[in-house]
């Protein structure tokens, strides 16, 4: 169904979880900016709760986080989230609503379960949130019985599991030994306990990795009843991340084998009823991401493609990143610097930037043509992007309908490429970003 240019894949590109990316966030953005914007918004709020800690740390993970192995280290990040979640709390404005909390990290169930708790009802409590949908990502090598009912007790809707492969020798390969066994329980428990909606996260390009080991997984993750499955593409970039440097770079699948990888899994999960969302992930006909599709509703943010049309997003802990019509604010990295911050009473707010209303309407054309794949463009924006995009029309990757731009369904794996011809600030920094396949 695809066809491999490997020329039109040569150079990075981002995500576009948000636009402009953090690569263009600067430290002239702050808390000062977050506080504003907060005391000024009164629709609908989303909270994102970033725990920077795991029981086990996999190797090909760039993810903040750390061991959760200092029970005094936990301690003092958690007591700090806490004078953050009232901080926020009190500046934003009294008629905001909190309509969905969804915790990441790290693995949240890195911390213990009533630690957890208390951080829910501590978000409950101060942001007077009334049956918020919750969502919580999780390590099965970590989910112990415990947390059965804590998800239960906290109506936890959606939970998404780190797979990453159910192949023995390939776990061995990335640091993470999780047997089949062990994420069926995990389902299992989950499903018991009352989440309608559960993801696998799954991944391809990992060393020694051929199409037989990635058919496995998505049998087995179709066969435990995965509601959605986001299939990324591994980035091996261990001059940025040390923890990477144990993987063995020498197994590798090339470029070609990875093209031919995603595009095996997007025809597999097709043909078992997922429906496509975006390039890289699917989900089922009844879920509420794949009815986001299906409805035109579908939206990209820092959780990646979400049903999720609150205009705010509140990005609590160190690293999270807050997202407003006209900011983007990212709170500090380094857990040691959170924390003192927060012990001064201040938000941590460190950097970001101040969206341009030339920023918002390239950022929506972005947004449709990963969405939806299709986006209006006026007049200036095609002159400037048309000759850019010759080689993907010469192609039949896209074409132009009228004021509109439309990916076609073999350009589907070239979508983030197509729309990196409508970001300015890509034209000496592509470098910095993984493979768009």
Same mark, same amino acid.
């Given at each position: 169904?695809?066809?491999?240019?490997?020329?039109?894949?040569?150079?990075?590109?981002?995500?576009?979880?948000?636009?402009?990316? &953090?690569?263009?966030?600067?430290?002239?953005?702050?808390?000062?900016?977050?506080?504003?914007?907060?005391?000024?918004?009164?629709?609908?709020?989303?909270?994102?709760?970033?725990?920077?800690?795991?029981?086990?740390?996999?190797?090909?993970?760039?993810?903040?986080?750390?061991?959760?192995?200092?029970?005094?280290?936990?301690?003092?990040?958690?007591?700090?989230?806490?004078?953050?979640?009232?901080?926020?709390?009190?500046?934003? &404005?009294?008629?905001?609503?909190?309509? @969905?909390? =969804?915790?990441?990290?790290?693995?949240?169930?890195?911390?213990?379960?009533?630690?957890?708790?208390?951080?829910?009802?501590?978000?409950?409590?101060?942001?007077?949130?009334?049956?918020?949908?919750?969502?919580?990502?999780?390590?099965?090598?970590?989910?112990?019985?415990?947390?059965?009912?804590?998800?239960?007790?906290?109506?936890?809707?959606? &939970?998404?599991?780190?797979?990453?492969? /159910?192949?023995?020798?390939?776990? =061995?390969?990335?640091?993470?030994?999780?047997?089949?066994?062990?994420?069926?329980? =995990?389902?299992?428990?989950?499903?018991?306990?009352?989440?309608?909606?559960?993801? /696998?996260?799954?991944?391809?390009?990992?060393?020694?990795?051929?199409?037989?080991?990635?058919?496995?997984?998505?049998?087995?993750?179709?066969?435990?009843?995965?509601?959605?499955?986001?299939?990324?593409?591994?980035?091996?970039?261990?001059?940025?991340?040390?923890?990477?440097?144990?993987?063995?770079?020498?197994?590798?699948?090339?470029?070609?084998? @990875?093209?031919?990888?995603?595009?095996?899994?997007?025809?597999?999960?097709?043909?078992?009823?997922?429906?496509?969302?975006? /390039?890289?992930? /699917?989900?089922?006909?009844?879920?509420?991401? =794949?009815?986001?599709?299906?409805?035109?509703?579908?939206?990209?943010?820092?959780?990646?493609?979400?049903?999720?049309?609150?205009?705010?997003?509140?990005?609590?802990?160190?690293?999270?990143?807050?997202?407003?019509?006209?900011?983007?604010?990212?709170?500090?990295?380094?857990?040691?610097?959170? @924390?003192?911050?927060?012990?001064?009473?201040?938000?941590?707010?460190?950097?970001?930037?101040?969206?341009?209303?030339?920023?918002?309407?390239?950022?929506?054309?972005?947004?449709?043509?990963?969405?939806?794949? @299709?986006?209006?463009?006026?007049?200036?924006?095609?002159?400037?992007?048309?000759?850019?995009?010759?080689?993907?029309?010469?192609?039949?990757?896209?074409?132009?309908?009228?004021?509109?731009?439309?990916?076609?369904?073999?350009?589907?794996?070239?979508?983030?490429?197509?729309?990196?011809?409508?970001?300015?600030?890509?034209?000496? &920094?592509?470098?910095?970003?993984?493979?768009?396949?």
């Amino acid at each position: 169904m695809w066809t491999y240019h490997p020329e039109l894949l040569a150079v990075p590109v981002p995500r576009y979880t948000s636009f402009p990316t &953090a690569a263009e966030f600067g430290e002239a953005v702050g808390a000062a900016h977050v506080e504003a914007a907060l005391s000024a918004h009164e629709g609908e709020v989303s909270l994102y709760v970033h725990i920077p800690f795991c029981e086990k740390i996999c190797w090909y993970c760039g993810c903040n986080t750390s061991a959760s192995n200092r029970a005094e280290r936990v301690a003092s990040y958690l007591d700090a989230l806490h004078r953050e979640i009232v901080l926020v709390a009190e500046r934003l &404005a009294p008629s905001a609503g909190v309509t @969905r909390i =969804a915790f990441g990290g790290g693995s949240p169930n890195g911390i213990s379960p009533i630690d957890f708790v208390r951080l829910v009802d501590a978000l409950t409590l101060q942001f007077a949130a009334s049956r918020p949908v919750i969502s919580i990502e999780l390590d099965p090598r970590t989910l112990g019985p415990d947390w059965a009912g804590v998800i239960e007790t906290v109506q936890i809707e959606r &939970a998404s599991l780190g797979v990453q492969t /159910f192949s023995p020798e390939l776990q =061995a390969a990335i640091g993470r030994i999780q047997p089949a066994g062990m994420i069926a329980d =995990a389902t299992a428990m989950l499903r018991t306990v009352g989440v309608g909606s559960l993801n /696998f996260d799954l991944m391809y390009g990992l060393p020694g990795q051929t199409l037989a080991h990635l058919r496995d997984s998505l049998e087995s993750t179709a066969a435990l009843g995965a509601d959605r499955i986001a299939l990324f593409g591994y980035a091996h970039v261990p001059h940025l991340i040390a923890r990477q440097r144990r993987i063995d770079g020498s197994a590798l699948p090339g470029a070609e084998a @990875r093209f031919d990888m995603a595009a095996f899994g997007h025809v597999f999960l097709l043909d078992a009823g997922y429906v496509p969302v975006g /390039f890289d992930h /699917f989900a089922r006909p009844g879920d509420p991401l =794949a009815q986001a599709v299906l409805q035109g509703k579908l939206r990209r943010n820092f959780q990646g493609f979400t049903d999720d049309e609150a205009p705010v997003l509140l990005g609590l802990g160190a690293s999270a990143i807050s997202e407003f019509p006209g900011l983007l604010a990212q709170n500090e990295k380094n857990t040691g610097r959170y @924390r003192m911050l927060l012990s001064r009473e201040r938000l941590s707010a460190a950097r970001g930037v101040l969206r341009s209303a030339d920023d918002r309407r390239r950022g929506a054309i972005i947004e449709g043509l990963l969405c939806r794949g @299709r986006a209006c463009v006026p007049p200036d924006l095609r002159q400037g992007a048309w000759p850019l995009l010759r080689p993907y029309f010469d192609a039949g990757l896209c074409e132009a309908d009228a004021d509109d731009l439309v990916i076609q369904p073999g350009g589907l794996p070239y979508a983030r490429s197509i729309a990196a011809r409508f970001d300015p600030y890509r034209n000496d &920094a592509l470098r910095r970003f993984s493979s768009a396949v």
